[in-house]
């Protein structure tokens, strides 16, 4: 079964601190998804990207295809960014609209 | 922007009612889904639509029903509500279906079968 697999699944930072979640995947892939989730339910997309690196102010995206593997980096990190983070994976080969998902990295950033 | 509009943040029905979620998009996106989300399981796709009156079962079908008459709109229908359907209800569209496209989400409806 093609699994997405995230990590850590809970991280408490203070603010200010460099903030890593991690992201793995089983197979090949077509596309990487970075989502985040505030308190409440809305969904944004903060990233799409099938190799190297995006960037997007404080907020970084990049994936090692070799790895199967993909990381969001938050610089700076502010209380605003407190919320949970979802990978998702379109698989290579899968139907064009199927995405997996990870089950999510809870972030609580403390001023 | 895109957005995507659930008619409901909260509801509350009880076991056996018929039960509809309505989501609405402003983009003219060919494609809409449905998603429940439940604690430690994650996002999981209910149904999908490709076009007007077109759809295709997602991973967890079972139970639910879903309506597209229009492009805009896309529904959720639960036929006979029951408590194991409690959960966070997703919808999104994208403008393609293929891998480029990003997912626009609506803030969810938190339904609650009693």
């Known amino acids: 079964k093609n699994e997405v697999e995230q990590s850590p699944q809970n991280l408490t930072a203070q603010e200010g601190e460099f903030i890593t979640i991690n992201c793995s995947y089983s197979?090949?892939?077509?596309?990487l998804h970075w989502l985040q989730q505030h308190p409440g339910g809305g969904i944004v997309s903060l990233f799409m990207?099938?190799?190297g690196k995006k960037k997007h102010g404080r907020l970084i995206a990049t994936i090692n295809i070799q790895e199967k593997h993909s990381s969001l980096h938050i610089t700076a990190s502010h209380p605003r960014d407190s919320a949970v983070y979802i990978c998702?994976?379109?698989?290579?080969?899968?139907?064009?609209?199927?995405?997996?998902f990870g089950k999510g990295t809870l972030l609580t950033v403390n001023p | 922007d895109v957005k995507v509009t659930q008619s409901s943040r909260y509801l509350v029905k009880r076991t056996g009612e018929k039960v509809f979620l309505e989501c609405v998009q402003d983009?003219?996106?060919?494609?809409m889904f449905w998603y429940r989300q439940d604690p430690g399981l994650g996002l999981r796709l209910i149904y999908f639509?490709?076009?007007?009156?077109?759809?295709e079962k997602g991973d967890i079908p079972e139970g639910y029903s879903v309506s597209r008459e229009k492009k805009e709109r896309f529904s959720l229908i639960l036929e006979s509500a029951s408590t194991n359907q409690t959960s966070m209800y997703l919808c999104?569209?994208?403008?393609?279906?293929?891998?480029?496209?990003?997912?626009?989400f609506g803030n969810g409806t938190r339904l609650t079968v009693t």
């Open positions: 998702a994976v379109r698989y290579s080969g899968g139907s064009n609209y199927k995405l997996t």
């Open positions: 197979v090949g892939i077509s596309a």
């Open positions: 999104a569209s994208s403008l393609l279906a293929g891998y480029n496209s990003p997912l626009h």
């Open positions: 639509s490709y076009d007007v009156k077109m759809k």
């Open positions: 983009m003219d996106h060919e494609n």
């Open positions: 990207l099938s190799s």
